[in-house]
């Protein structure tokens, strides 16, 4: 079961990466969930879809790795490094041209051979300084 949801996960993400957004729901399970930073829940996998294109949309050149996974039962942890050319206002912080990157961590709950939970842990004070100082 764990390898199948890491293959599950390392294909969600290589369609993110290979900006394939709209495969994005193929993966998801009808009854997916998105939280932004600990407890802001976002339903729906057509949500976290916009809010991705639209976070994405603001860096030029852009990657995110997925770097290394652990998974256990129905959970799988995922480590990715995004990295791109900040292009287009972001956050009300304007183009800076700027290099961003930083590490992220996603926790993935899968149900029924999908991803129905994902928690994305990241340091948003870090992306700031690094755009803006």
Known sequence: MSETNKATVRAFYE???DRR?????QHCHPDFVFYHQVDTPHPGVEGFRASEEKNFAAYDDWQMPLIDMIA?????????IFEGIHARDW????ASGRKLR???FMKLRLKDGLIIEKRAHFDRADIRAQ???
Do not use: H, M, R, W
Request: net charge negative.
């Open 72 to 80: 256990e039962g129905d959970q799988v942890a995922a480590y990715l």
């Open 21 to 25: 957004f709209d495969a994005l729901a």
């Open 131 to 133: 755009l803006t100082d």
């Open 15 to 17: 369609a993110i990466n």
């Open 102 to 104: 930083f590490s992220l």
């Open 91 to 94: 956050a009300g912080i304007p």
